[in-house]
């Protein structure tokens, strides 16, 4: 058992919760957009105590926390499971949960469904769906249906079998402008924001300049209007070689095995735990048991 301290006491005194139109306000003054995934209540607290604008619950749940091999079999139960626990960890930033594959591709009604029960159950203010024009219509109905839309283009991960592997997107000129097209679709269908990824700079930031909607970078440069980086990638908790765009600003993989080996060895030689680190029995209760048994000893 280990005991977390709950902040519903301190919420009287909670910071004003980010909006959308925050996050908009933010891009007109030039003022850069931080965001960042998280899966838990404790990334989410740590994030929302360091000041950070947006977090999002990513799809890649499936790959840095479950350990699937891509974003694919991530279900909608899973999503809204993971949603709740970041959604109890905030008290500011702005909350936007991924809608997994397959829970907005087969008809339109399913996905405003799916997409009404990240904000009634899970607390999220906005989900986010992946793809480009196609997606349009559907960005207008969850936005008629009170579902804030953050959309995401370039590289869309779950679109991996159909990109044919994870790649940069954008770089002929027939792709830079078709995803400018994009990018114009979304913002015209209702998006608040979006997400480009894996593209080349030039590209995100000429989208950027003609967006009247915040763009949200990662692997796209530094010219969008916010960045966000994957929690596991920042940690270097991925058990891989980071991508070109994913700086890591701490070694947690070495912090975590360093603890743990230590433990293990604590364990191993008896040093843990320690005589404070036990409870024991009342005094008058110990001398009544040494009274009955006096050849029990104190330990
Ligand atoms: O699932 C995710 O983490 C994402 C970010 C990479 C934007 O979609």
Known sequence: MSVTQLRTAAASLAPRRITSDALLQKKLAHQPICAITAYDYPAARLADEAGIDLVLVGDSLGMVVLGYENTLPVT?????????????????????????????????????????????????????????????????????????????????????????????????????????????????????????????????????????????????????????????????????????????YADGAAFFATALTQYREDVATGRFPSDAESYHLPREVQAALEAAHPRARKA
């Open 76 to 248: 909608l139960d899973e999503m809204l499971h993971h949603t709740r626990a970041v959604a109890r960890g905030l008290r500011r930033s702005f909350l936007v949960a991924d809608m997994p594959y397959g829970s907005y591709h087969a008809s339109a009604r399913d996905a405003v469904r799916n997409g009404l029960r990240f904000i009634k159950e899970a607390d999220a203010q906005a989900v986010k769906i992946e793809g480009g024009r196609s997606r349009a219509r559907l960005v207008q109905r969850l936005t008629d249906a009170e579902v804030p839309v953050v959309a995401h283009i370039g590289l869309t991960p779950q679109s991996v079998h159909s990109m044919g592997g994870y790649r940069v997107q954008g770089k002929s000129l027939e792709a830079f402008e078709r995803l400018s097209a994009d990018a114009r679709a979304l913002e015209d269908a209702g998006a608040i924001a979006i997400v480009l990824e894996g593209m080349p700079r030039e590209l995100a930031a000429s989208i950027t300049a003609q967006s009247g909607i915040p763009t949200i970078g990662i692997g796209a440069g530094p010219d969008c209007d916010g960045q966000i980086l994957v929690f596991h990638d920042l940690f270097n908790l991925t058990f891989c070689a980071p991508a070109k765009f994913a700086r890591q």
